[in-house]
C-alpha cells in the first residue's frame, strides 16, 4: 500500500473515486465532468495535494490535503469496491502524515449521516469543533 501524487496520468482516475463518494462530500456532490476535473487539476497550486492510494496496483481511494484559512483541510473516499477493508483509515493516517509538513491545524468536515466515517475519525483522534444542521467539523487533537 502506498500513496502517491495525483499527476496528468492518474487524475482522471481520482475524479471516477471521487464520483463513487460524492454523496458523502460535504461541499460539492455533484458529479465532476472529465472536463471539471483538467480545469481543477490545471488550477491546482502548492496549497492543495492531490493524492491516490494504491494497492496491488489498484487505485482504492483519493485524498487531499489542502490549506484553508490557517488550517489543514484533509478530504477523501475509497473506491465502492474496496470499502470495508481498512482503507479508509489507512488512506486518513496517511494524509495527516502528509499534512504534518504544513505545521498547521488538520481538520476535517463529515456529514452527521456519515456513521462510520464518524467513527473513523474519532478513532483517529479528531474531535468535533463546529457543526451545523447537516455537516460536523473535526480537528486533529494535541495529541494524535
Known amino acids: 500500500m ?14 471516477k473515486i471521487r464520483n463513487q463518494c460524492r454523496k458523502y462530500m460535504t461541499r460539492n456532490n455533484n458529479t465532476i465532468s472529465k472536463k471539471q476535473q483538467i480545469n481543477w487539476f490545471s488550477s491546482l497550486n502548492e496549497s492543495t495535494k492531490p493524492y491516490l492510494l494504491v494497492v496491488n496496483n489498484n487505485y482504492v481511494a483519493y485524498g487531499i490535503v489542502k490549506v484553508e484559512n490557517e488550517l489543514i483541510l484533509l478530504t477523501g473516499g ?14 486518513f493516517k ?51
Open 78 to 91: 475509497v473506491s465502492k469496491k474496496f470499502r470495508g477493508l481498512g482503507y479508509g483509515e489507512e488512506l
Open 2 to 15: 502506498i500513496l502517491v501524487k495525483a499527476t496528468e496520468e492518474n487524475f482522471q482516475d481520482m475524479r
Open 94 to 144: 496517511l494524509l495527516i502524515l502528509e499534512s504534518k509538513e504544513f505545521n498547521l491545524p488538520i481538520m476535517l468536515e463529515v456529514l452527521k449521516t456519515n456513521f462510520r466515517a464518524k467513527k473513523l475519525y474519532f478513532k483517529l483522534g479528531f474531535k468535533i469543533y463546529e457543526e451545523d444542521d447537516r455537516v460536523f467539523k473535526m480537528i486533529l487533537g494535541e495529541n494524535s
